[in-house]
């Protein structure tokens, strides 16, 4: 069983910065590709960015493409989401996932997700 932790969310003017923090439980953190997605509430989650188990690749959406940036520590058992350039349509709930298996495109079957943690960008 893998706990994920989010820490870091909170209120931001537009054009402000925000770094996020997952720090997942247990000894096998390098073994689970991660990622973050975020909702709003009354709307479907949707992905937001995801990283390889070593951290070499990382994957985006075109939203967020070139202002939000995704890390990983697996010596901290931690990945991180710096998020520059915020936008009020960013405003929502970003959540911390974990899959055993490789990243895939759309998919949102992830095997652990955290608790969420709120993010708001005022305009």
């Known amino acids: 069983q893998v706990q994920l932790v989010e820490s870091g969310g909170g209120l931001v003017q537009a054009g402000g910065s925000l770094r996020l923090s997952c720090t997942a439980s247990?000894?096998?953190?390098?073994?689970?590709?991660m990622a973050w997605f975020r909702q709003v509430p009354g709307k479907e989650r949707e992905f937001v960015s995801a990283?390889?188990?070593?951290?070499?690749?990382?994957y985006y959406a075109d939203s967020v493409k070139g202002r939000f940036t995704i890390s990983r520590d697996n010596a901290k058992n931690t990945v991180y989401l710096q998020m520059n350039s915020l936008k009020p349509e960013d405003t929502a709930v970003y959540y911390c996932?974990?899959?055993?298996?490789?990243?895939?495109?759309?998919?949102?079957?992830?095997?652990?997700w955290g608790q969420g943690t709120q993010v708001t960008v005022s305009s």
């Open positions: 996932a974990a899959r055993r298996s490789s990243y895939i495109p759309g998919s949102q079957l992830y095997d652990y």
């Open positions: 247990g000894r096998t953190f390098s073994t689970y590709t």
């Open positions: 990283i390889t188990r070593s951290g070499v690749t990382t």
